[in-house]
């Protein structure tokens, strides 16, 4: 296996992982009028909005050194 794939399937893990605890974070300091909710929101719509331009234009595009 290509060490360029185990390296991506790790980041994408980690990443996973970042984005999961934000969400609990989230839910256990009081959800919609806790302090994370600005950088909640930023992160998900950010996400979402990646995946979408990516799937749209291609990866190589969404991807800030293409």
Same mark, same amino acid.
């Given at each position: 296996?290509?060490?360029?794939?185990?390296?991506?399937?790790?980041?994408? $893990? !980690?990443?996973?992982?970042?984005?999961? *605890?934000?969400?609990? @974070?989230?839910?256990?300091? $009081?959800?919609?009028?806790?302090?994370?909710?600005?950088? !909640?929101?930023?992160? !998900?719509?950010?996400?979402?909005?990646?995946?979408?331009?990516?799937?749209?234009?291609?990866?190589? *595009? @969404?991807?800030? @050194? @293409?």
């Amino acid at each position: 296996m290509d060490h360029h794939i185990v390296a991506g399937v790790a980041i994408a $893990g !980690t990443s996973l992982d970042v984005l999961g *605890s934000l969400y609990l @974070a989230y839910d256990l300091l $009081g959800g919609q009028h806790g302090p994370l909710r600005v950088l !909640t929101r930023m992160v !998900t719509y950010s996400v979402v909005f990646g995946l979408g331009y990516g799937a749209g234009l291609g990866w190589r *595009s @969404a991807s800030p @050194a @293409a």
